[in-house]
């Protein structure tokens, strides 16, 4: 299917790796012009030349911290203007409703609800000047479903799905679109990460730990980031211009419920 977008400038953030990369590579396929963005510059520069090889599109760089202010305004210096926003950046840690304090709730708040709403703020304005824009936010299946150990990143999460689902019926009139994509469990360096966490804690073997995940998914396995950035591209594309304010769920049906 042609997504109507090639030649569109994309900001996809958090985007060397993961899921963040999996959005990047599937705009790029659709022939849209990105500006990347991770705080390390290595990794970020390996997945801008890969990209640039595979798909023959610009890329830019910024390598930045998109949760810090600083970072953020370097960021947004050289998208300059763009067609599309997909904000993203690292989850909160986890931990015991009875561990955090303001300080913490506010990094989590900074993080993963203030910073997309900022980007928001700052890129959506000239997209309705110019009648199009696309935004996806990329939240978790925990504002669906709470992941008890996840309270900080329930409660930011949950805050920015609050602010997109009123901010996109203020702005659809203007051919702009506001959705979230929530990623359930996906096979990257952060489920690496997690998974391995979990092997060294309770003695189990890494592969008997994602077996037992996957036990628990009716799709059987965790989900790619190749797909989900498909999803994301189509939600992003001419064929999505009636979707507003939704948050589509990529959990391979683990979230149990019938809508
Ligand atoms: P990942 O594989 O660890 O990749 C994270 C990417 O974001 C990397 O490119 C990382 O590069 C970049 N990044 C992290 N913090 C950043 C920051 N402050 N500023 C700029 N770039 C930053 O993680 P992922 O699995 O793709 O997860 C992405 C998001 O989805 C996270 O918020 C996560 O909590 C959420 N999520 C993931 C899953 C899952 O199953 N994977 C499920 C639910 C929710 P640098 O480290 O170099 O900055």
Known sequence: MDLGIKGKRALVCASSKGLGRGCAVALAEAGVDLVLNARGAEALEATAADIRTKYNVNVETVAADVTSEDGRAKVLAVAGQVDILVTNAG?????????????????????????????????????????????????SVSVKAPIPVL??????????????????????????????????LHDTDRMISLDTNASETTGKSFDDIRAEKCASIPAGRYGTADEFGATCAFICSQH?????GQNVLLDGGATVSTM
């Open 151 to 184: 309270g900080l990143s329930n409660a930011a999460r949950t805050g920015l799905t609050g602010y997109v689902a009123g901010t996109s019926r203020q702005v659809a009139s203007r051919g702009v679109t506001i959705n979230n994509l929530l990623p359930g």
């Open 91 to 139: 989850g909160p840690p986890p931990g015991m409703w009875t561990d955090w304090d303001r300080a913490d709730f506010i990094a989590a708040l900074d993080a993963n609800m203030l910073t997309p709403i900022a980007l928001i703020k700052a890129l959506v304005p000239r997209m309705m000047e110019r009648g199009w824009g696309r935004v996806v936010n990329i939240t």
């Open 240 to 244: 999505a211009g009636f979707m507003i």
